[in-house]
Antibody, heavy 120, light 108 residues
Framework: QVQLQESGPGLVKPSETLSLTCTVS????????WSWIRQPPGKGLEWIGD???????KYNPSLKSRVTMSVDTSKNQFSLRLSFVTAADTAVYFC??????????????WGRGTLVTVSS | EIVLTQSPGTLSLSPGERATLSCRAS???????LAWYQQKPGQAPRLLIY???SRATGIPDRFSGSGSGTDFTLTISRLEPEDFVVYYC?????????FGQGTKVEIK
């Protein structure tokens, strides 16, 4: 059974870079789109972007200038970097897999999420 | 960007009652690209409905989805105690993918 697990620092200072990794276990990272989605405390969901196993990320324009996603197929991992963070970036960050291979869109598999707090 | 507006923000009902949740899009969304999720406190969202009306694997048949164009509906035919949580709609017909702000179903 495929599972996702986010990892990374839970506390990041303002103006620094948030870095998270999602490890895919129980299955291959190939042939799927992989997304990052975040949820500020008590608020709704925001799609950050996605990446395919061969690269070619797609980002939400609202964050595009600060976001970088990458994939490491040899480690079955994909990563998120968000630069110049502020308190508004405090959120639970989820990694997720699209339901269908080769097709981006809805998400049938999610990590448990990791809370990242931006504070000095 | 397609904005999804969910209504009501909070729905107060009793167990056994029928819940009707609305999701309205600011532009047409092709039905295949509309999904519904359920989120329990402290958990990741769970996919309930994809393609506007197809139940995801393992989802009870009391959950159903309908709609097209700009108006979509999630119906829970008979509320069970575990259904009193938050529900989100999502579109992926036009990038960036967007979510509605959520509807909380609470016990009356």
């Amino acid at each position: 059974q495929v599972q996702l697990q986010e990892s990374g620092p839970g506390l990041v200072k303002p103006s620094e870079t948030l870095s998270l990794t999602c490890t895919v276990s129980g299955g291959s990272i190939s042939h799927y789109y992989w997304s990052w989605i975040r949820q500020p405390p008590g608020k709704g969901l925001e799609w950050i972007g996605d990446i395919y196993d061969s690269g070619s990320p797609k980002y939400n324009p609202s964050l595009k200038s600060r976001v970088t996603m990458s994939v490491d197929t040899s480690k079955n991992q994909f990563s998120l970097r968000l630069s110049f963070v502020t308190a508004a970036d405090t959120a639970v960050y989820f990694c997720a897999r699209d339901r269908l291979a080769y097709q981006a869109g809805d998400f049938d598999l999610w990590g448990r999420g990791t809370l990242v707090t931006v504070s000095s | 960007e397609i904005v999804l507006t969910q209504s009501p923000g909070t729905l107060s009902l009793s167990p056994g009652e029928r819940a009707t949740l609305s999701c309205r899009a600011s532009q047409n969304v092709y039905s295949s690209y509309l999904a519904w999720y359920q989120q329990k406190p402290g958990q990741a969202p769970r996919l309930l409905i994809y393609g506007a009306s197809s139940r995801a694997t393992g989802i009870p048949d009391r959950f159903s989805g309908s709609g097209s164009g700009t108006d979509f509906t999630l119906t829970i035919s008979r509320l069970e105690p575990e259904d009193f949580v938050v529900y989100y709609c999502q579109q992926f017909g036009s990038s960036p993918w967007t979510f509605g702000q959520g509807t909380k179903v609470e016990i009356k």
